[in-house]
């Protein structure tokens, strides 16, 4: 027999679930994201274990949310964006440029063979660190420190995204990708309005840039990117 409670725990979980494939179906497909790999991970994600306690109920809204440190868990649908429009592969090694509540690390560990993730706030990182490994995520390394000079034991990289907005494409970041890896970033000389920027490195030397969209990213602090008190 099933306590009340844990009838109640049975029922939440079943409406996470609901709220999730809802979340696939009218957030993101219906927007044009059609990469099946990326629509799949988004709908095994939890989304309400990365939210703050007490704001489970709003984990499927089509907004982002705040979590601690002022920063935010971005919406559903600029995750899903992003992940398609790096082109995250099985078997691709992909870096994430703030780590925020670990989510959007969580999505991509569900598609590519290894995450690296920085945050920059100790706080965050850790707690995301936490989290994914009692989610069982065991293909994600989470790093606290300044994200804008990337990774540079762990590259080459498939995939990098940034998931805050910096005034210029750092070039530590693009010097990490693999020939053939996509770099997604919000750039832009405002500190809260951005272009969302694809680069994509097609040699040695040679980057393609093309601009996907207008977006609105917290800023990224770090030696390429704002000074902590531009913010
Ligand atoms: N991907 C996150 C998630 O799924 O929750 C969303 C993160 S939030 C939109 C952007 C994050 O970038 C913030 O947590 C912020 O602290 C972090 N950040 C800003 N500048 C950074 C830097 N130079 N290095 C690493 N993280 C940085």
Redesign the pocket.
């Known amino acids: 027999m099933v306590s009340r409670l844990g009838f109640i725990g049975i029922m939440r979980k079943a409406d996470f679930a609901q709220a999730r494939a809802d979340m696939v179906e009218h957030q993101i497909a219906r927007r044009g994201v059609r990469e099946p790999l990326v629509l799949a991970a988004m709908a095994r994600i939890p989304r309400e274990a990365?939210v703050l306690p007490g704001w489970e109920e709003e984990a499927y809204e089509d907004q982002?949310l705040p979590?601690a440190?002022r920063?935010?868990?971005?919406q559903p649908y600029i995750?899903a964006y992003m992940i398609e429009a790096a082109g995250l592969r099985p078997g691709d090694r992909a870096l994430?440029?703030?780590?925020?509540?670990?989510?959007?690390?969580a999505v991509m560990a569900a598609i590519a063979a290894r995450v690296y993730t920085?945050?920059?706030?100790a706080g965050?990182g850790e707690t995301a660190r936490q989290r994914l490994m009692e989610l069982g995520f065991d293909n994600v390394d989470v790093r606290v420190?300044?994200?804008?000079l990337g990774w540079p034991e762990a590259q080459p990289f498939d995939a990098i995204i940034v998931?805050?907005g910096g005034p210029k494409v750092p070039t530590g970041l693009r010097e990490q990708l693999a020939v053939g890896g996509r770099l997604i970033i919000p750039v832009g000389e405002s500190l809260h309005r951005q272009s969302l920027v694809r680069v994509v490195r097609e040699g040695l030397t040679d980057y393609r840039e093309e601009d996907l969209a207008d977006v609105a990213?917290?800023?990224?602090?770090?030696e390429a990117?704002w000074n902590a008190t531009e913010r």
């Open positions: 990365f982002p979590i440190d920063q935010t868990i971005s995750v994430e440029i703030g780590t925020g509540s670990g989510y959007g690390a920085i945050e920059r706030h965050l420190g300044d994200g804008t998931t805050a990213f917290v800023p990224l602090i770090g990117g």
